[in-house]
Structures are given as structure tokens and as C-alpha cells.
């Protein structure tokens, strides 16, 4: 586990916003996308379903602000689901799921 000035680091380098998961691989922390990689990722994903895969896994590498980038790509080759599940909640992180009224004015 990340200690309280690891965490401020983190936060220093790389945005106040920051998502940690915790599983039997150990802590990974990622950083909020960009817009240009989101919609990037979205593109690849809507466009190519035979790639999905590694649009997530593109996704989830570029997030990922810790462990080491070897370490993290080392984890998602012995666990490739994790991936997927990191993007459903880095797309909360911008907004994704966010609820608000629509009506016909």
C-alpha cells in the first residue's frame, strides 16, 4: 500500500483525481485520460469490436501512474480482465454514468 506522501506525489505529478485498485496482483493507481486519449479509445472500440481488447489494455497502460509500467503490463498479461473493468471507472472519472435530467424545452 501507497503511504500518504507516495500518495501526494502521485497527486503533485499527476492530477488530484487518481484511482487505486487493490487486488491479489497488488495496488495499481491510475491517472484521469485525457480527452484525446478517451476519444481515441472510444474510436477504436466502436469502430474495430476485433481490437477491444487492446484498445483497453492501451487505455489502462496510459492511465496506470503506479507501479512501474513493466510491472503493471506484467500484471494485465496474468489477469486481462482488469483492463476492461479500469476503463468502465476511469470513463467515471470524466463523466461517464453521470446522472442529470433531460427534457424538451
Known sequence: MLTEDQISDLKAKHG????SINSEAG????????????S???DSVSNDRASR??????????????PAPDLV???F????????QVCDELGKLI???KDFEVKKL
Not at 495496488?27 to 478517451?38: A, C, M, Y
Not at 498479461?77 to 476492461?84: N, R, T, V
Open 16 to 19: 488530484s483525481v487518481l484511482l
Open 77 to 84: 498479461e496474468e489477469f486481462p480482465g482488469i483492463p476492461p
Open 53 to 66: 481488447a487492446a484498445a483497453f489494455r492501451r487505455v489502462a497502460l496510459a492511465c496506470a501512474v503506479f
Open 40 to 42: 481515441e479509445f472510444t
Open 95 to 97: 463523466g461517464l454514468g
Open 27 to 38: 495496488q495499481i493507481v491510475f491517472k484521469r485520460p485525457s480527452r484525446g486519449l478517451w
Open 73 to 75: 503490463a506484467a500484471i
